[in-house]
């Protein structure tokens, strides 16, 4: 059985000498099955189980000659049991003893991802308490547009998480399943019944129909998932980039005491990690393409996708695992500066108000295209002229006749604006809003 790895070790899952033990542990707990049926010898079933073992040198060897990785093995593994050997393999095909042994090896990257999913969300989720109300600019196309507080950022972050969550889970899931239906699916040498036993032991289910080969959809939605998740680790990235650039410099990662970061400009402070990830994210979403041309496969089975899947299965994985812990550490040890959002935020001389304007406007008696038309003026001779808006706003004899000091005041209410905070995140969060970081 797949030992359960440590982050740090997902890399081993997909090791030779890992692969080689799940395809053992396939063939051990087949021969049992079919001994406990009497298909197999009692004794022979013992000895595949205590003698049964390889040289993962040995398989490279006999594979050089017979150009057959399972053939290899099967050699290298009888070389050990001795005359009982002959039960090894019984009644199965290749691919019966692969794709469930790698569905053993999708399980405990999968236990490991899940655990890495988790840790994120408890981070998200932290930093999102921490700045709830920490007001900033929000921005459509880049520019200006509303206030939002940089909590709203990190909780829509946590939500989409917990969206990529529960779609991991149904892959992984999904994932979940092995075969031994044999050489086209139809139970030629071992049984259906059989076979759910072998995978219940293995801790499987058993896929209800099969060709030689588990069906390459449930790969392609698993590969897709990682896609998705990692494309929203992508965009966690793109946003702590855009607030580190210097023109905005609201948010910045981490910078370690002796770490430089250009050759020839010593002043520079690049978002190498978010970068990374950014980039890394590509990777796994161009897997994701190979995966769906995996689906369609001649027949009850071509080989044309197990070269795929030795390169997609183990890279998306691993990076996965990386850009989750990575993501996770960018988030936890970001530099966030209020003081600076709060600059950036009051320094278009509350333009950002605009809108709320033109509603106050509106509910005051003019007309909504009037109201637009005057509001525009305004806004259009402080961005071109660099005034403030709202001098400009306060001096409008027109606007004064419909709005009090008091209400453009209201009208220029940084909190009214964010009034409705704590509500979008007690609709995320329900009642957990206080300081327990949980997922």
Known sequence: MIPRYTRAAMGRIWSDEAK???W????????????????????????????GDFDTERIRQVEAEVKHDVIAFTTAVAEKIGPESRWLHYGLTSNDVVDTAQALQLKAASAILREDIERLMVVL??????????????????????????????????????????????AAEQMRVGKLSGAVGAFGHIGPEQEERICAKLGLAAAPVATQVIQRDRHAYYIATLAVLTATLDKIATEVRHLQRTEVREAE???????????????????????????LARVVR?????????????????????SVERVILPDSTILADY???KTADLIEKLAVYPARMKRNLESTGGLIFSGQLLLDLAEAGMLREDAY????????????????????????????SLLSAEKLERTFDLQRQLGNVDAIFA????????????P
């Open 286 to 306: 161009a897997n994701a393409q190979a995966a769906f041309e995996d689906v369609a496969l001649w027949h009850e089975r071509d080989i044309s996708h197990s």
């Open 20 to 22: 080689y033990r799940a």
């Open 253 to 279: 990662e981490y910078f370690s005491e002796k770490q430089k970061g250009s050759s020839a400009m010593p002043h520079k402070r690049n978002p190498i990690t978010a970068e990374q990830i950014c980039g």
């Open 427 to 438: 609709r995320v969060l329900g009642s957990d809003t206080g300081h327990e970081y949980g």
């Open 323 to 325: 850009l989750l812990a």
């Open 373 to 400: 038309r005057l509001v525009q003026k305004h806004a259009m001779d402080a961005w071109q002229n660099e005034l403030v808006f709202r001098d400009l706003v306060a001096a409008d004899a027109e606007i004064a």
């Open 125 to 170: 989720k932290k930093r999102a308490l921490e700045f709830k109300n920490t007001p900033t600019v929000g921005r459509t196309h880049g520019m200006h547009a509303e206030p939002t507080t940089f909590g709203l950022k990190l909780l829509n972050w946590y939500a989409e998480m917990r969206r990529n969550q529960e779609r991991f889970d149904a």
């Open 24 to 51: 053992l542990e396939v063939e051990i707990v087949s021969s049992e099955v079919l001994a406990e049926d009497g298909i197999v010898p009692p004794e022979a079933a013992r000895a595949i189980r205590e003698r």
